[in-house]
């Protein structure tokens, strides 16, 4: 018989998702577990696994549409199967489902609120309890990362309680209700299994201890109602378990989630030996991480000797080292999610390509201890390296662009970022107008921007609208790198160590001084011999700096 699948709901504030991408084709054979598609929320893109096995027969929504979470995605069946009737009432089922729901149902729904018990320690009115929410299709417990609220304060709807750890991601939990927060039931780095007691919201001054006695009515009350079946014609997501199936060697059959899976293959365990607590004694994540292996001895045989009056010398048993892994899980700043999002974006939508030179550096040596003599100036070599880049820009505009899809801006500014270390990450303060600085004006901008970051004292407008970036790992030995263009830029330049070596000059092996650096170009703006013509005049600046004084 044909199964329909809907738009699923995989966020708590998910109302319609986006196909982003679909892995299987009509016709195409499917096993219970196998991945459909990728499926675009409003937080997350997510992989969609099939609860079903059989042939795709239909797919409802195309790559790049969106729909409304419950509305037809695609129908499974046999090879041949007749589902024109599926796909002609498919489209009204939802409709005629909701008229017929009486509207107490449809405005529970709509609200997610929780039922009150009609009887018996009943909860007082506006009163509402949260419990852990299902924030994925695969979600069996959540952690809770962080409280963003505490114990009275006042909560908006809307509001952010808290950030919630899944099985696949770290999420913002809204509240559905306005009140005050009277009670916590989970503290943060808890778990708990979807649906248990998370806070209590209500009017201020409420009895805590009697919300909680009749809560927990309440609170069994929609664990049993989670696992009733859906209304007809949907699928009811508590229900859904991703499980995956692994066979052992004597050909028993293992159930597994696949997160337990992957987290049993990164840590080497043999699921063989892992117990499930899960439904059907299914292993989930849990079993994985708490599995402790048991120490084994390995008895090594002893070799015979090839003369016959020697006795075999006894062996003892040889002890091999088992201990337990151990690993800490620490939560992500902002700051990380931001520049692990941006430089994801850049990576994966600019397509880079990367030019290496070597610039002779001992004019620059002689020339910066001459600037250095001169009373209270202090240059230092990435100061050079910045001078020479806003110099170069200037003759090579091409470089100093923007990709905007159906154009491309050339900046007839110059605006240099300078990435700086701080204890989260990575921030790129921007020196504006740079090719209208000196050295020594450099230099001063630079250290100041620096300090201040490192601080937090910076101002957010002091690190945007850079044109191009300069990233030096040369004071930590580094001799050559490439780096990720700090979008919007077209270009960026990683400037290495700069090293004694032997050279060759005027015909002969001499010692010098040699440095690195590569440019990262997007070559959608950027084609190879623009910047390899940008190097060479880089270069010039670099190893004649009299030049950049003019």
Not at 342 to 369: C, G, Q, W
Not at 521 to 527: F, I, L, Q
């Amino acid at each position: 018989m044909a199964e329909v699948i809907n738009m699923p709901r995989l966020s708590d504030t998910m109302e319609e998702g986006t196909v982003a991408k679909w892995l299987k084709k009509v016709g195409d054979q499917i096993e219970e577990g196998d991945i459909l598609a990728e499926i675009e929320t409003d937080k997350a893109t997510m992989e969609f696994e099939s609860f079903h096995s059989g042939t795709l027969l239909h797919i409802g929504i195309a790559e790049g549409d969106g729909a409304p979470v419950d509305a037809l995605l695609a129908i499974i069946g046999e090879q041949g199967e007749d589902i024109s009737g599926l796909l002609n009432g498919g489209a009204s089922a939802p409709e005629k489902e909701e008229e017929t729901q009486p509207e107490p149902q449809k405005e529970a729904a709509a609200t997610s609120s929780v039922p009150t018990p009609s009887s018996g320690g009943a909860i007082p009115e506006g009163v509402e309890i949260v419990t852990m929410p299902r924030l994925s299709d695969t979600m069996e417990e959540g952690t809770v990362a962080s409280w963003l609220k505490k114990v009275g304060d006042t909560i908006e709807e809307g509001d952010i309680l808290a950030e919630i750890e899944t099985d696949k991601a770290t999420m913002e939990f809204e509240s559905f209700y306005s009140g005050t927060l009277l009670h916590i039931g989970i503290q943060e780095g808890e778990g708990a299994p979807v649906d248990a007691l998370l806070a209590i919201i209500g009017p201020e001054g409420t009895d805590v201890q009697s919300v909680l006695s009749a809560g927990t009515a309440t609170v069994e009350s929609i664990s049993t109602t989670a696992g009733q079946p859906a209304v007809a014609g949907k699928e009811a997501a508590p229900e859904v378990k991703e499980t995956a199936v692994t066979a052992t060697a004597d050909g028993s059959r293992i159930f597994v989630s696949p997160l337990a899976r992957k987290i049993a293959m990164e840590k080497g365990i043999d699921l063989a030996r892992v117990k499930g607590t899960g439904d059907n004694g299914r292993i989930i994540k849990r079993d994985v991480e708490e599995f402790t292996p048991q120490p084994s001895t390995v008895e090594v045989p002893a070799v015979p000797t090839v003369e016959a009056s020697a006795a075999p010398a006894a062996v003892s048993p040889m002890q091999l080292p088992v201990g337990e892994e151990h690993s800490e899980e620490v939560k992500n700043s902002t700051m990380r999610k931001v520049i692990a999002k941006r430089l994801a974006e850049s990576k994966f939508s600019a397509p880079h390509y990367y030019l290496t030179i070597e610039v002779d550096m001992e004019n620059a040596k002689a020339s910066r201890v001459q600037i250095n003599n001169l009373p209270d100036t202090k240059v230092s070599f990435n100061d050079m390296v910045m001078k020479a880049c806003a110099m170069a820009l200037k003759k090579h505009p091409q470089v100093n662009t923007t990709w905007n899809g159906d154009t491309t801006r050339y900046n007839h500014h110059i605006h240099m970022g300078v990435a700086v270390a701080v204890d989260e990450g990575l921030v790129v303060p921007v020196l504006k107008f740079a090719d209208q600085m000196s050295l020594t004006q450099i230099g001063a901008a630079v250290k100041d921007l620096a300090g201040r970051a490192r601080t937090k004292k910076i101002k957010p407008d002091e690190m945007e609208g850079s044109t191009f970036t300069v990233s030096n790992l040369g004071m930590f030995g580094i001799l050559e790198f490439t780096s990720i263009i700090n979008q919007p830029n077209s270009a960026i330049l990683s400037v290495g160590a700069i090293v004694e070596k032997p050279v060759i000059r005027n015909g002969e092996i001499v010692p010098g001084s040699t440095m690195k650096v590569t440019l990262a170009c997007d070559h959608r703006t950027v084609d190879g011999a623009t910047g390899a013509q940008f190097l060479q005049t880089l270069r010039a600046f670099l190893e004649n700096p009299v030049t950049m004084l003019a």
